[in-house]
């Protein structure tokens, strides 16, 4: 049997916790915009995701307030939902009913090896629920159920792409089908890959750190971005030379990187550019063009967020588009799995 060639197809999505941050969107949500002009592209907020660690009837409206609140996110920062659907995971049923058949492709091995999951449980594994264990193969169905071949992402989600590799070839090779599900590229791009905390610059910039002040949030006000970046964290040296001499300083290498990501320049033209400077000039300038890059969106997602029937009409249709290409694959995997009827 000859292989298949997939046409170039992208999915990614974000989880509706908390307010999405400069990470999600220099990391990933940037790319995606660009990545609209030269391929088909789906976009999910992936709510299914979101009750793996916090969810219960207390939680019920702040999720949906959540997943309106990402789609905004993603509108406002330039994704044309007409061009690319914008849709929530727990509309499209293929993505779990797919989840179910890779949870017995996958082994019980190679989800012992996911680091995040023992990143966010620590020493409490026991309490976990079990979603939170299988989720890599939840998102591996979230990309495969479009056969999407291409996935545009942060650096720390480079292990679950590796992951839906192994199952996308277990499958093919299980069910005698070469080719059916593509190996999916990761597109890990941009000088601004992994965002670290404004408060200590060896750890990432995240939704659940107690610090507000470590990160940027998207609906952060101008004095707020402003503030932020004038407290974040640095040394007393001034700005090197070159990139060498960002070696063990990585609070300075982030205020660079985070730089680059909104200029749309190198972090080499940057760092030419401040050599020697202080700090204090330094983040003056990058507080003038963090608030020119972000505040637009935030006042776009607030005037999106004010007619809420509306993103609901968006997910809706965004849903209706991303389940005309899901259903057929389904129905093949259900035909390759040997599911009659
Ligand atoms: P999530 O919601 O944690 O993050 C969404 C995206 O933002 C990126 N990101 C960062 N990039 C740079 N620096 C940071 N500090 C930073 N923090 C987050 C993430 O890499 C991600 O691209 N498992 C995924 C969601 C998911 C998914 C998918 C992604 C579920 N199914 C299918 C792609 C395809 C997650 O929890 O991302």
Redesign the pocket.
Known sequence: MTAITHTNRV?????PTNTLHL??Y???LKNWVAMQDRMECLYCV?DM?AITQDSGYGKRETLAASIREVAAAYIASGIDPKKSPVFNQSRVPEHAELAWVFSCVARLGWMDRMTQFKEKTGKHKERASVGLYT?PI??AA??LIYQATH???????RQ?LELTRDIAQKFNNDFAAPGFFPLTEPVITGP?????SLRDGTK????TDESDMSRINLTDDADTIASKIRKARTDPNPLPESAKGLEGRPEAENLINIYAALADEEAETVIRRFAGHQFSSFKSELAELAVAKLTPIAAEMRRLLADPAEIDRTLKDGALRARAIAAPIMDEVKRLVGFVG
């Open positions: 999915l990614s999505g974000m989880q990470g999600n220099l990391g990933a992936v995701h989720y939840l998102m979230d990309i996935v545009p992402v942060g650096e720390d989600q679950h601004a890959t992994r965002v670290m990432k910039m995240s939704k």
